[in-house]
């Protein structure tokens, strides 16, 4: 049975710091791509991060970029993402995800977690 458990949300001031962790279970980590993405309340799903299974290639969305970094520990079938700087407009609740591919679509990710709430207070 597949499982994405994120952990590590929470309140936060504006210009602190988060490390959001994933575990995941029930498939081999180490050959999926695996994502971030955020969805805040009355807003589309959003796009954060990605890393390659390897995690030798990443990507951020333009509005987290020099902000966050996504990494993984594929001995620990974990990724992480620290989160520095953070704004208002960070918060959301943040899912983790995996998919075998490299996908722009969030809507086409094979597997997800529950998500963990972010809350950034100005």
């Known amino acids: 049975q597949v499982q994405l458990v994120e952990s590590g949300g929470g309140l936060v001031q504006a210009g602190g710091s988060l490390r959001l962790s994933c575990a995941a279970s029930g498939f081999t980590f180490s050959s999926y791509w695996m994502y971030w993405v955020r969805q805040a309340p009355g807003k589309e799903r959003e796009f954060v991060s990605a890393v390659s299974a390897s995690g030798g290639r990443v990507y951020y969305a333009d509005s987290v970029k020099g902000r966050f970094t996504i990494s993984r520990d594929n001995a620990k079938n974990a990724v992480y993402l620290q989160m520095n700087s953070l704004k208002s407009e960070d918060t959301a609740v943040y899912y983790c995800?995996?998919?075998?591919?490299?996908?722009?679509?969030?809507?086409?990710?094979?597997?997800w977690g529950q998500g963990t709430q972010v809350t950034v207070s100005s």
């Open positions: 995800a995996a998919d075998r591919w490299y996908l722009s679509d969030t809507s086409r990710y094979d597997y």
